[in-house]
């Protein structure tokens, strides 16, 4: 027997290479013994000089892939072989885990443009990098459960599989050009590579198949280009993504070290960069200030990037609304009247992940999935013991969140469930993460709003539901992302969203919330104006402008504004209460602003009004007044001084600058009161409209030296809603 140190690592070890590191760690520094995976993670016992020092070593040089949580080390006794090995895994539910895809490694960037054997190969790939969740089939993850089983090793790629030494052992997707997924062109001979540049470089487009679907590409810089794609996907104004090299996107953009990290990041997400000059046509991207950019995340975008020498679109290859195409088959069916060419695959896509979409400063996910999930949350100090949970989201950016074992996992962006095809998507996550995770719900927990979808489908499943309303939700989501404990004070949320349905039966939005995870009380309100047309005036953000301006006491100015608009009849359903329900909604009114500065017509995608005020803003210190000193927060003020400055003759932007300026000075205090009056703990920014930089700087700015909670890694908006149900529910069963 012999006595040493048995040593815990916790986070996410398993699949990212972390036993061969521990093994040449412990080799180097002269150890014996062994490293193992179990259910709750790595297990190493050790033993020999140093031991203090090993421990210390493992985070500090742990895989790039791999998160250590925590490091943990009791004395022991054991029997230890002579020398360090990695020994078989332990326990049932051993490597249940599986890491979220990763972009090609600069070492296997390496090897794909040197000569050797995996030179110009699209597959490319070892421990530190490539496909994982969108291969995945089912646990424990290994090759014969990914969509690789139907690519037998060949003896090269099986002995760097099986060398401890190699960066490719157990690197499930390990392949070559011997024994792995193939490449090629439709139509077309020859080098596929080479077949799609010249198809790019005529002004052609391209469907590539990617890692988590296909992706539509073709020539960023050709004005031609982009609008004959527009014109086909039928998408006028909804900004592409686009792909290119650092130097590429310098060319376009300003990129701090943060954000170039950001872009190098193993998820690689679609980051959104301010461009610095009018480099690209216009069309990429409408009325827009920021562009989003992802560097080369597979071996074939780079070999695609570096032939064709320029940036290129790529966005997602779907109908518009529908969901990402991943099959091949489906591909040439739906996106065959879009494009010139496939650059087709034959590694199957074991499931849909969009691009993760996100910003760097101040950080944020607006659309987290490829290269994020399955990663997990850690639930906050007091949730120990809850049950299993699953949280089905809202009716918009559906995603679902699954509770166990201590652990809140938000699942990938499945889109708008009123569309037929992202219902049928969700239905089949829902099971797929059943299946996966071996997640059985002893809750269910849902949104109130009886027309959602996901609503439904909690309700129709048989276990007991727990219903989250809207916009505490978002704040539980923020308070679990921050890890605020469960016993700890109350929050005061500030939740600027669009649509959620209120307790009163009225539509919220812009609110200001007292409470903990496992209640709240609404402290705070902009004023209820209708919404003539119901969702039209969402779509259509003349009509809450109309709104707006008459219960400001400024009908005139909607009467000059939009008097090509039907506003006798509007004005009527208003008074009458016909298809025109109140909201408190933030998002409302940031259309409504977006509108009286010019906005016209209708929204082509959710979101373009207000996004398309925050590019404009130019704030110049000043701030619209909210008035109101009980629980409505009045919106009548804002309005009159912008009529005064429009009298004036104010640029729209500084107008939007004192907008938004307005809306978060006017929040902030009422928060800010709360946590002076002993009321609240901290501050909570959650909702659709702090995915807006502007208005989370200028709030983070009014807030001062408050303690404040913001989402870093979840979504703001309605895609971290799942997270925010899933924390109540659980936070509940566990209070009794
Ligand atoms: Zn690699
Ligand atoms: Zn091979």
Redesign the pocket.
Known sequence: MDEGWRIRVRGQVQGVGFRPYIWQLARQMGLRGRVFNDPEGVLIEAAGEGLTAFVAAIPARAPVLARVDAVLHEVAVFDLPDGFEIAPSRGVGAETRVTPDAATCPDCVAEVFAPGRRQGYAFTNCTHCGPRFTILQGLPYDRARTTMAAFP??D??RAEYEDPADRRFHAQP???P???PRVWLEPGGGDAVAGAVAVLRAGGSIAVKGLGGFHLACDAGSGEAVARLRARKRRPGKPFALMGTLAMIRAVCAVSEEEAALLRDPAAPIVLLRKRAEVLPEAVAPGQAVLGWMLPYTPLHHLLIAEFGGPLVMTSGNLSGEPQVIGNEEARETLGGFVDAFLMHDRAIARRLDDSVERAAPPMVLRRARGRVPGTLPLPVGFEGAPQVLAYGGQMKAALCLVKSGQALLGHHLGELDEALTWEAFLAAEADYAALFDHWPDIVACDPHPGYRATQAAHARGVPVIEVQHHHAHMAACMAENGWPLAAGRVAGIVLDGVGLGPDGTIWGGEVLLGDYLGFERRGWLTPVAMPGGDRASREPWRVALAQLDAAGLGHLADELFGTRPLAVLRQAIRAGVNAPLTSSAGRLFDAFAAVLGFDGAQTYEGEAAMGLEARARPDGVAYPLGGTQGNIETAPLWREWARDRDAGLSAEVMAGRFHAGLARGFAARARALVEAGEADAVALSGGCFQNALLLDLTLAALGDVPVLIHRGTPANDGGLALGQAVVAAARAVSG
């Open positions: 090793m060949c090269a790629c390990v392949a070559c011997e024994c792995g």
